[in-house]
């Protein structure tokens, strides 16, 4: 029985959908970016956007839509 192990050695640098809301806060204006299989949040500061956050996904990010309950 033959076993495939597939994995990639370098995060996506493709950007494929962005989004700019209050994600974090409602105070805060935040840039939302996904990159293939990754999701990075960025706080946008006048001195220019400070990485908060970055999440691995398990699958592939297709569309991304900012929603307001």
């Known amino acids: ?4 192990y ?3 050695a370098q995060k ?3 950007v494929t959908a962005c989004v700019t809301g209050n994600f974090t806060s409602t ?3 935040n840039l939302i970016v ?3 299989s990754r999701l990075e949040i ?3 500061t006048p001195e ?3 990485p908060i956050k970055e999440v691995g996904i398990n699958g592939k990010i297709a ?3 900012l929603f307001r309950p």
Do not use: F, Q
């Not at 029985?1 to 495939?4: F, G, I, L, S």
């Open 27 to 29: 105070t805060d204006l």
């Open 34 to 36: 996904a990159k293939s």
């Open 6 to 8: 597939i994995v990639t």
């Open 42 to 44: 960025y706080l946008v």
């Open 48 to 50: 220019g956007l400070r």
């Open 1 to 4: 029985m033959a076993h495939n």
């Open 63 to 65: 569309v991304m839509k």
């Open 12 to 14: 996506p640098t493709a």
